[in-house]
């Protein structure tokens, strides 16, 4: 028999804890065989598709005959939504075979999830049940680092962590980034205006994050590209990429080499310290505590890749539905003043954190189920804020919403340390858009998305314009 080739998926649940026994399983018992059906098998990945291929369900008794149960899945990646609202409405605490994880979907279930680290842990790393854990040389490297990221972290070392940070993180800190952002925008949208058309993900969405937080960070604007290249095979990793590349060992030189040039950078600073993030995290005490050297430079790599990955991709998801839904750009254009709540409304609508993974530290009787001690659970943040439990008509874009408490940065403990940063970046990049390109369009081209679980991002993002317009700053 052919083995099959090992995606992704494999290797990310190799590194949080799926054993291969249970993933040989898991894909022998699918139907329709291998994991991921990309669109060489007959699907073109067209946004918004209704769903229509099956699958059967191992756990639980509902039938369902017409609905394909695997996230994983290409049509699922590409829009999931509809299979969300299945199952809110269905199977709210859902057995996933394809992930081997226990996929929580309404919106108050979501929020009990944030509310009790105690009983759903971030520290994948050390509280996953032992029968998950992996002892592969690549997957301990990797783990080394990421342990110690604040968001991967438990009470009470995730508080010590999380004060020391926020200290180098505060809003007060980052108001510098404001001129930074505008005039990074403006220059990148002056490379391209004449031409009368761009791809705003490498041309705007990549470039600006990626510069503000190198700015920010001490990182010299000209290790951006390698830098990129890094954080790209991490991205792979903890997105959960679902399609057939085999690049877990890549995604662990990636972190690697991202390990050996923040020591690089700290030995620097520690030569002749400057006035940024880095060097505040050296300096950072909160308690009589400080941070490790390692803690620094882990967390170096955190706030970098966090700051660039997931804003590149609010921008774009943000962007893509503007111009998808003309009537709201066009009251956006007029109203400047909706920006504020716009983005929230954006973030909301197709954030770029779907999900994210949590460990129960005990059974957990719930809507008719049992979580088990040392499963893992995914909380379905991009299903949560389009549960109409909580938002009325929730798969309608409407930039006057004002979406109360969304969850698109989580809640609680974890909440998103750089959401001020993200919607900074994400009103200056859309205001001046409209301001400057009013008659901005999308391209033919029909975008599609990253094949990622945990990270959602369209992979480019084509746009038009008239040349002749005023695009002055
Ligand atoms: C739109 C952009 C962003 C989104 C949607 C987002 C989303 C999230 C989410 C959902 C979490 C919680 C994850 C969990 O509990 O498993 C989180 C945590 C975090 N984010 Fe963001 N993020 C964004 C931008 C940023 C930026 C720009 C930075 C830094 C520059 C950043 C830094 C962090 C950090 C440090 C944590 C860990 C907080 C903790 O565990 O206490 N994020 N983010």
New binding site residues.
């Given amino acids: 028999m052919r083995r099959r080739a090992r995606s992704h998926v494999d290797y990310a649940f190799e590194a949080i804890g799926v054993p291969t026994t249970v993933r040989q399983a898991v894909c022998i018992t699918r139907k329709g065989g291998s994991g991921w059906r990309a669109p060489a098998e007959g699907w073109r990945g067209a946004v918004g598709d209704p769903v229509r291929t099956f699958e059967q369900r191992d756990r639980g008794g509902v039938d369902s005959a017409t609905v394909d149960l695997d996230l994983k899945s290409w049509r699922n990646v590409q829009d999931p939504f509809p299979l969300y609202a299945w199952l809110r409405d269905h199977d709210p605490v859902h057995w996933s075979k394809s992930l081997n994880a226990w996929v929580i979907t309404r919106y108050a279930d979501v929020v009990r999830v944030?509310d009790r680290p105690e009983t759903f842990a971030?520290d994948r790393f050390r509280k996953i049940d032992e029968r998950y854990a992996s002892r592969r040389p690549a997957v301990q490297a990797v783990a080394e680092v990421l342990g110690h990221?604040?968001?991967f972290?438990d009470p009470p070392d995730?508080d010590r962590l999380?004060g020391l940070?926020q200290s180098s993180?505060t809003p007060k800190q980052l108001e510098s980034s404001r001129d930074r952002v505008q005039t990074t925008v403006d220059t990148l949208l002056d490379r391209v205006v004449a031409r009368g058309t761009m791809d705003f993900i490498s041309e705007l969405a990549f470039p600006l994050?990626a510069t503000v937080?190198a700015g920010l960070m001490g990182v010299p604007e000209t290790d951006l590209v390698r830098i990129k290249a890094w954080s790209d095979r991490l991205a792979a990793y903890l997105g959960g990429a679902v399609d057939e590349r085999d690049n877990f060992v890549e995604a662990s030189a990636g972190v690697a080499a991202l390990v050996d040039y923040f020591h690089a950078l700290l030995r620097e600073r520690e030569r002749g310290p400057q006035d940024d993030l880095i060097n505040l995290m050296l300096r950072a005490e909160h308690g009589g505590e400080h941070l490790t050297r390692d803690e620094v430079v882990a967390?170096c790599v955190?706030?970098l890749f966090?700051?660039h990955e997931?804003?590149t991709?609010?921008l774009g998801n943000g962007l893509f539905h503007l111009l998808r839904h003309p009537p709201q750009a066009a009251l956006l254009q007029a109203h400047p003043e909706l920006l504020h709540g716009a983005v929230e409304e954006l973030?909301r609508y197709d954030?770029?954190?779907p999900a994210?993974?949590?460990i129960a530290t005990d059974d957990i009787p719930w809507h008719g189920r049992t979580i088990g001690r040392g499963d893992m659970v995914i909380p379905c943040?991009a299903s949560a804020n389009r549960d109409p439990r909580q938002f009325p008509d929730p798969d309608t874009l409407d930039v006057r919403r004002q979406p109360e408490r969304h969850l698109?940065?989580?809640a609680g403990?974890?909440?998103?340390?750089?959401?001020w940063?993200?919607r900074l970046e994400?009103r200056i990049v859309l205001g001046t858009l409209f301001r400057r390109l009013p008659s901005l369009a999308l391209g033919p081209a029909q975008p599609r998305w990253k094949p990622m679980l945990f990270l959602r991002g369209l992979e480019s993002l084509p746009l038009v314009w008239a040349r002749d317009e005023r695009s002055e700053p």
């Fill in positions: 944030f971030s990221w604040l968001v972290r995730h999380r940070l993180f994050p937080i967390n955190l706030l966090a700051g997931t804003t991709n609010l973030l954030g770029p954190v994210t993974v949590k943040l698109a940065f989580a403990m974890h909440f998103c340390l750089g959401a940063l993200a994400a």
